[in-house]
């Protein structure tokens, strides 16, 4: 069985990654998606502004 400490950690180590990847996808996905026109349609200029 695995501790209450260790599962906890798993959590809180999951939850910041998450936070972390949607951040980093805030801030350049806009510039990104500029470049990506063969593909899909410009996400635009105020995408990351909130």
């Given at each position: ?16 990654g ?33």
């Amino acid at each position: 069985m695995v501790s209450t400490d260790v599962m906890t950690l798993a959590e809180i180590l999951f939850l910041l990654g998450f936070s972390l990847h949607n951040l980093e996808e805030g801030l350049w996905l806009p510039r990104w998606s500029r470049g990506a026109a063969k593909y899909h349609k410009s996400i635009g200029e105020g995408a990351s502004q909130i």
